[in-house]
């Protein structure tokens, strides 16, 4: 089965580098403060952080799930990792790829671009309501991260 690709957008009213820095470079530490009834933790378990680096992230409630960086532009906002192990893969996909890009707009803000890969297992059998449920929490995530920006505007500046 070929790959199934998702292009989501989202603005922000968060300038795109705090953003960025949030939601990738800060992420590890600032994701289990903000969220601790959702994420345990982030540690890297593979490399420094750069490409090919391994990063597991736990649940509050135990499952976890392992990425591994693909590309990091800090310099253009870009990120792409691969979830290559754990509770988001369902059983069902090998691997999913994520692309993510903030752009800054005039108004001070942000747009920016998720565009998802969902690489099937052989056979699987793949829900639509499945992968939405996942977008939505994650799309639930940036907007906790992007609600403590506003009310602590020097936050990851």
């Known amino acids: ?47 420094n952080g750069g490409p090919g680096t391994v990063k597991k992230l ?20 870009t990120h792409s990792y691969t979830a290559i192990d754990g509770v988001i893969l369902l059983d069902k996909f090998e691997s999913i790829a994520y692309d993510i890009k903030f752009e800054g707009t005039p108004e001070g803000g942000c747009k920016g671009t998720f565009v998802s890969k969902y690489f099937p297992k052989q056979g699987a059998e793949i829900k639509e309501e499945e992968i939405k449920e996942g977008k939505e929490k994650a799309a639930a995530l940036y907007k906790v991260v992007e609600d403590y920006l506003v009310a602590n505007p020097q936050a990851c500046a």
């Open 1 to 47: 089965m070929a790959a199934l690709t998702f292009t989501d957008e989202f603005s922000s009213p968060v300038e795109a580098k705090r953003l960025f820095t949030a939601m990738i470079l800060e992420a590890d530490s600032l994701l289990p403060q903000l969220l601790p009834q959702v994420v345990r933790s982030i540690e890297t378990i593979e490399g």
């Open 58 to 77: 736990t649940f509050a409630e135990g499952q976890h799930v392992k990425h591994r960086i693909d590309a990091l532009d800090k310099d253009n906002l």
